[in-house]
């Protein structure tokens, strides 16, 4: 029997409740010609609601967002062909020191607590981490590939 695709329309609760123990993405930001940069990125999902990535002042990615902070963040599960969501929103960087808190708590919600939390501000300041932060605005269904349901 073919697999069926699906596509779930969900409101925001089952939305976060979806993404939060799912960390692999895709970040698509845009470029200074406006055409997209997409990058593969780790995320969780905070205690607002909003996407969180670390990152580094100087890469890609963020320079696109402190130019045009519109983003797309592709959701994926951990199995290839598991469910995944599109999230559209508007970001935000956080530089050195202001982004600290925040990769602490980016840290808690993907890994939880860690052993030692004055080792790891002392480690996220001295490599000047950067925490992305997505604000979602809106979102598709929480999708999976297959075959359409009227070929099926």
């Known amino acids: 029997m073919p697999r069926i695709a699906t596509a779930d329309v969900v409101q925001r609760p089952a939305l976060l409740e979806f993404l939060r123990p799912r960390h692999h993405a895709l970040l698509s930001t845009v470029r200074g010609d406006g055409r997209p940069q997409i990058s593969p990125v780790t995320c969780g999902v905070d205690q607002d609601g909003r996407i969180v990535i670390s990152t580094y002042p100087g890469r890609a990615k963020t320079m696109n967002i402190k130019r045009t902070p519109e983003v797309s963040v592709l959701v994926l599960s951990d199995d290839w062909d598991a469910a995944w969501v599109?999230?559209?929103?508007?970001?935000?960087?956080?530089?050195?020191?202001?982004?600290?808190?925040?990769?602490?708590?980016?840290?808690?919600?993907?890994?939880?607590?860690?052993?030692?939390?004055?080792?790891?501000?002392?480690?996220?300041?001295?490599?000047?981490?950067?925490?992305?932060?997505?604000?979602?605005?809106?979102?598709?269904?929480?999708?999976?590939?297959?075959?359409?349901?009227?070929?099926?």
Not at 96 to 107: K, N, S, T
Not at 122 to 151: C, D, H, Y
Request: proline fraction near 7%; glycine fraction near 8%.
């Open 86 to 152: 599109q999230v559209d929103g508007r970001a935000e960087v956080l530089d050195m020191p202001e982004a600290l808190d925040g990769l602490v708590d980016y840290y808690r919600c993907i890994a939880g607590e860690h052993p030692d939390w004055d080792e790891y501000r002392a480690a996220m300041a001295r490599q000047n981490k950067s925490l992305i932060r997505v604000t979602i605005e809106r979102w598709g269904p929480i999708a999976t590939g297959g075959f359409p349901p009227e070929l099926a």
